[in-house]
């Protein structure tokens, strides 16, 4: 097993008797074979592995290196200080387009420009603010025009995308910008048979045709995020921004499970259990007492809380496997460390708790943790804290030479 200092979270050597609380296993060979599944499933278009969030909590640049590894030529970020920070790391704009496309107002535009990464321009506000930083610094930029096709989130109204292009076709032909992408977002492709995903199908078809009869010719036309990339072949277009299914984790938990797709969980949580004791029937448990053992029975402390990012709602529901069984989070989860009721077992000190991980061995996956707590493995896995070390299995990329950054 190999460890990488990449993320800039801790890291905790694969040694006999390490001392650690909990740590993260991020197996970078799971997500090569996930993106190179999503390739195969989908065929001809290109790849973006969405890295947005510290690759949804699993490391950005590992995962990122990982993932073009595997194939994928794109990556996505929301915030510019991602993209900039894959650039430093040395993810060259030879090695990688990347796409940022969460932008506010006094946003490092030059910055973005000088380090090569694609902007998404939503509105008539941010292609201002971008044509003035091309102006000033001389570096043509890379846009994607977004199309709000029914999101209701970010992207460009239907009255206001004619002005948009019009705009971004005169820049063009100053030369102040290339029109590298036309693109939108869906709002329910995790539910199939949801009326909104044809209608945004039919939008998005409606946006590019208006763009493209105005002479606009972008080089990737992309819709589709993982659940429309693993269930709307006619959403693929040329480019696919799978996030969740990365990191092997189903977005359609109602249609199929990660094994249903050719996919495998990337991160498993595990923490060591800080004490075993026997407590007496009736004795409340952690704040509020909201849970009371039911008789004489054994506790076990696990030393991860909701600073890590362990769900407050996870209070009374949430799963765990230790030395075989699975256990429930007795009582409330605090800051810090939760408790589960051993129902009289002694397991030693020390000994492992499984939260979440592919559930190959019988244990929970993020998934159990999303139906325990009423969210989604998104936010399960997400939300894990930079308190948690991260460690990092399955050949791990070496970092990139500087060269290919700018900046
Ligand atoms: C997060 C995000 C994605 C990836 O979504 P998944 O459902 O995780 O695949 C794709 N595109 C945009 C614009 C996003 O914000």
Request: charged share 15%.
């Amino acid at each position: 097993m190999t460890t990488a200092n990449t993320t800039g979270a801790a890291t905790t050597a694969d040694a006999p008797g390490r001392h650690h609380r909990a740590e993260a296993t991020i197996d970078l060979a799971a997500l090569r074979a996930n993106v190179a599944a999503l390739r195969e499933r989908t065929g001809g278009p290109a790849v973006m592995a969405v890295v947005k969030a510290d690759a949804y909590g699993h490391g950005a640049l590992p995962c990122a290196l990982a993932a073009l590894e595997a194939g994928a030529t794109w990556l996505g970020t929301a915030t510019p200080e991602e993209a900039l920070a894959l650039r430093a790391a040395g993810i060259g704009p030879d090695r990688a387009r990347i796409l940022c496309w969460l932008w506010t107002p006094g946003a490092p535009w030059e910055q973005a420009l000088r380090a090569g990464v694609d902007i998404s321009v939503s509105g008539r506000w941010a292609l201002d603010e971008l044509l003035a930083a091309v102006r000033a610094c001389g570096v043509p930029a890379r846009v994607h025009l977004k199309a709000d096709t029914g999101l209701g989130r970010n992207g460009c109204q239907p009255h206001d995308w004619p002005d948009l292009v019009a705009a971004v076709l005169r820049a063009e032909a100053e030369g102040l910008l290339t029109a590298a992408g036309v693109w939108s977002h869906f709002a329910a492709a995790d539910e199939p048979g949801h009326p909104s995903i044809q209608a945004q199908l039919d939008g998005f078809a409606a946006a590019l045709a208006y763009a493209e009869g105005a002479g606009l010719r972008p080089e990737v036309r992309h819709l589709a995020n993982s659940p429309a990339t693993l269930l709307l072949p006619q959403a693929h277009y040329d480019l696919v921004r799978p996030g969740l299914a990365t990191y092997g984790l189903s977005p359609v938990p109602e249609v199929g499970g990660p094994a249903d797709f050719g996919l495998r969980p990337v991160m498993s949580l595990t923490a060591r259990l800080a004490l075993v004791k026997e407590v007496p029937g009736g004795h409340g448990v952690s704040y509020g007492h909201h849970y009371t053992t039911p008789g004489a029975t054994t506790l076990g402390l696990v030393p991860l809380g909701y600073a890590d990012g362990i769900p407050r709602h996870a209070s009374n529901t949430g799963p765990v496997q230790i030395a075989g069984k699975w256990r429930t989070v007795a009582g409330r989860v605090a800051m810090d460390q939760f408790v589960v009721d051993l129902g009289g077992d002694t397991p030693r000190v020390g000994e492992d708790v499984l939260l979440f991980g592919t559930g190959e061995q019988g244990e929970p996956t993020a998934e159990d943790w999303a139906r325990a707590c009423g969210t989604v493995s998104y936010e399960i896995v997400t939300r894990i804290g930079g308190r948690v070390p991260r460690r990092y299995v399955g050949a791990v990329p070496g970092a990139p030479s500087a060269g290919g950054a700018t900046a």
